[in-house]
T-cell receptor
């Protein structure tokens, strides 16, 4: 789900299914992208990142895809587990005077049903 | 061995008061940040600070001010608290290599409630 509207987008999946969380970013000059996971009552935690010179990067059970043409980022989680239930944020980063200023997307709530 | 720590975890106060939230990181990072997360989970950067420059989000009221006594600490001072300041505030830190971004490490958050 993309981050639009007033309510937090929600994606509900069954345990074992694959999950795809989408993100539309705003700035074509952004060159570094990060996915974060935020569990209830905790701060966001880094999952995976990708730089603009790549279109795909894989981690353990997670894959990030970057489509710069349409300014779209996705996070794929394989064999989703109940422990994956959290809010997921994409963050785009753009160099501004040498510093990187991150802008976070709206967030998507992932609910995994056992 | 907490990487980024914040105190207090909960802060309940009256409108008009002045309060501070402390943040410390032991990761050796040179850049620290403050974020505000509202009730709809929207995460908005307030400040980015390293030992050379402070970058302020222009939408942040000047009642909010970061204070960095040293590289490992970035405290947030808030004057004349308003109801709309109620939110969860997160501190974060990262390396900063100009021209090459890095992921941020977040603290556990401080839930501020203004009555």
């Amino acid at each position: 789900g993309e981050s639009v509207g007033l309510h937090l987008p929600t994606l509900s999946v069954q345990e074992g299914d694959n999950s795809i969380i989408n993100c539309a970013y705003s700035n074509s000059a952004s060159d570094y992208f990060i996915w974060y996971k935020q569990e209830s009552g905790k701060g966001p935690q880094f999952i995976i990142d990708i730089r603009s010179n790549m279109d795909k990067r894989q981690g353990q059970r997670v894959t990030v895809l970057l489509n710069k043409t349409v300014k779209h980022l996705s996070l794929q989680i394989a064999a989703t587990q109940p422990g994956d239930s959290a809010v997921y944020f994409c963050a785009e980063n753009m160099s501004a005077g040498g510093s990187y200023i991150p802008t976070f997307g709206r967030g998507t709530s992932l609910i995994v049903h056992p | 061995d907490t990487a980024v720590s914040q105190t207090p975890k909960y802060l309940v106060t009256q409108m008009g008061n002045d309060k501070s939230i402390k943040c410390e990181q032991n990761l050796g990072h040179d850049t620290m940040y403050w974020y505000k997360q509202d009730s709809k989970k929207f995460l908005k950067i307030m400040f980015s600070y390293n030992n050379k420059e402070l970058i302020i989000n222009e939408t942040v009221p000047n009642r909010f001010s970061p204070k960095s006594p040293d590289k490992a600490h970035l405290n947030l001072h808030i004057n004349s608290l308003e109801l709309g300041d109620s939110a969860v505030y997160f501190c974060a830190s990262s390396h900063l290599d100009r021209g090459y971004g890095y992921e941020q490490f977040f603290g556990p958050g401080t839930r501020l409630t203004v009555l």
